[in-house]
């Protein structure tokens, strides 16, 4: 059975976004489940009074129903190089709760502290978030990624960012990068050198 899972981010008791959560769930329920009438998240989502402050992970696991929700207060994992892994076979269009295939990927990051993942010659994301680069006036995100994150929508639609296709040696062309998802948002990370990219094939 398929299952699913979103991640939501909650800053002194106030749900984030909502509005791209839902509609990314409710394309993904079209897409296994037609028919199925998901709830509103803002209905949903009650935050529990112990999770009031501060920036807290809330994470919904789900199939044709909503199966679980928890919060968890938010730790931020330093990312400060990564690893190019190649792999033409992985999907992950949707945010699938079984992530073996990406836990076998990180077991070839080495020494970095996550991967990059590259699909059909093109750069996608890491393990766990979209990825922006910037050229020394724009901030580019592949426009192929694995999965169409809700914050880089949002920077999308916004006009913060643009997209372009990515290959590995396009690397060069770029300062650094930096790692979005819906806990991490741009103006709170730091920049990864691209030198920290790790291109070597093992």
């Not at 643009?162 to 040696?169: G, K, L, N």
Request: with cysteine.
């Amino acid at each position: 059975m398929c299952r699913l899972f979103e991640t939501i981010r909650v800053e002194n008791g106030k749900p984030l976004h909502l509005g791209w959560h839902q509609q990314r769930m409710e394309k993904a329920c079209k897409e296994f489940w037609p028919g199925s009438q998901q709830q509103e998240l803002e209905n949903l989502l009650k935050v529990p009074s112990e999770f009031s402050t501060g920036i807290v992970r809330c994470n919904i696991s789900y199939g044709e129903e909503i199966e679980d929700i928890r919060y968890t207060y938010y730790s931020r994992r330093s990312i400060r190089s990564l690893k190019l892994v190649y792999c033409d076979t992985i999907d992950y269009h949707v945010k699938y709760l079984d992530r073996t295939i990406l836990g076998k990927l990180m077991d070839m990051r080495g020494e970095c502290d996550d991967i990059l993942i590259v699909k059909d010659g093109l750069i996608t994301d890491t393990s766990m978030s979209n990825i922006i680069f910037y050229n020394g006036t724009t901030w580019v995100t592949p426009d192929k990624p694995l999965l169409k994150g809700t914050c880089r929508e949002r920077l999308l639609e916004e006009g913060m960012i643009a997209t372009s296709d990515i290959c590995a040696d396009d690397l060069h062309l770029f300062t650094g990068c930096k790692l979005i998802n819906a806990m991490r948002f741009p103006e709170e990370e730091e920049m990864i050198r691209v030198p920290q990219i790790d291109c070597k094939p093992e």
